[in-house]
Nanobody, 115 residues
Framework: QVQLVESGGGLVQAGGSLRLSCAAS??????MGWYRQAPGKQRELVAI???????NYADSVKGQFTISRDNAKNTVYLQMNSLKPEDTAVYYC???????????WGQGTQVTVSS
């Protein structure tokens, strides 16, 4: 049974930093990543990383956010720096389960950036 445990969200002032973590268990995971959904908007890709370390970022976060993973721990991280109010959203972890051939979503963690 696949389980995802997210942590690291919270309230931060503009210009601050947060680090999100998502620990996955129960299978083998290839692509791991983060998406976000702001109030009234669609869920959007933030960043993804392959098990080989290849990354892809949304243009809006390039140079500001860094995604990484620890394959031994099946954990993906999102380091978010220079946060802006427009980064406020619920951030969701997403992983591709290689054995089950499907994706799983985390429960979401709220990130709020005050101006």
């Amino acid at each position: 049974q696949v389980q995802l445990v997210e942590s690291g969200g919270g309230l931060v002032q503009a210009g601050g930093s947060l680090r999100l973590s998502c620990a996955a268990s129960g299978s083998i995971f290839s692509i791991m990543g983060w998406y976000r959904q702001a109030p009234g908007k669609q869920r959007e890709l933030v960043a993804i990383i392959s098990n080989g370390g290849n990354t892809n970022y949304a243009d809006s976060v390039k140079g500001q956010f860094t995604i990484s993973r620890d394959n031994a721990k099946n954990t993906v991280y999102l380091q978010m720096n220079s946060l802006k109010p427009e980064d406020t959203a619920v951030y969701y972890c997403n992983v591709w389960d290689v054995l089950g051939n499907r994706a799983y979503w985390g429960q979401g963690t709220q990130v709020t950036v005050s101006s």
